[in-house]
């Protein structure tokens, strides 16, 4: 049987990773984050979940990890296509740095994306992602 609250955590694991590439979260992305749970039928317990992870400013490449740990015994699910739409406009909507480090962090949410796209199509078995 699949553990939905340990999916609701995930979520908003994967969420504050991509939040935190650049090392900080941005009033922008915390406004995309507020917008894209404000209707999802979870997003009050996705964003309780963020919240604990900004609190406690964990590891990112641990949380990384443990996320597509728990996706993997989870198996598919359709949620996961809310969450890339999510990270997707999250990584978006990053701004306030220079140029450097938005090559670098551009880079970073890029590989975090499709490794991720990645990891989901091997757990849900697809391969037709948008």
């Known amino acids: 049987m699949k553990n939905t609250a340990k999916l609701i955590e995930a979520l908003g694991e994967l969420i504050y990773v991509v939040a935190m590439a650049d090392g900080s979260i941005q009033k922008e992305e915390l406004e995309v984050i507020d917008k ?30 443990k996320v597509i740990s728990y996706c993997e015994m989870h198996g598919p699910d359709p949620e996961y296509n809310f969450l890339l739409e999510v990270v997707e406009e999250v990584a978006k909507a990053s701004n306030g740095i220079d140029s450097d480090e938005q090559q670098k962090m551009d880079g970073f949410i890029s590989d975090l994306r499709k490794e991720f796209k990645k990891d989901i199509e091997r757990i849900n078995g697809r391969k037709n992602w948008k």
Request: hydrophobic share 30%.
């Open 36 to 65: 894209k749970l404000a209707d999802h039928k979870w997003g009050e317990d996705i964003k309780w979940s963020f919240d604990y992870e900004v609190k406690n400013n964990n590891s990112v490449e641990d949380l990384y990890k």
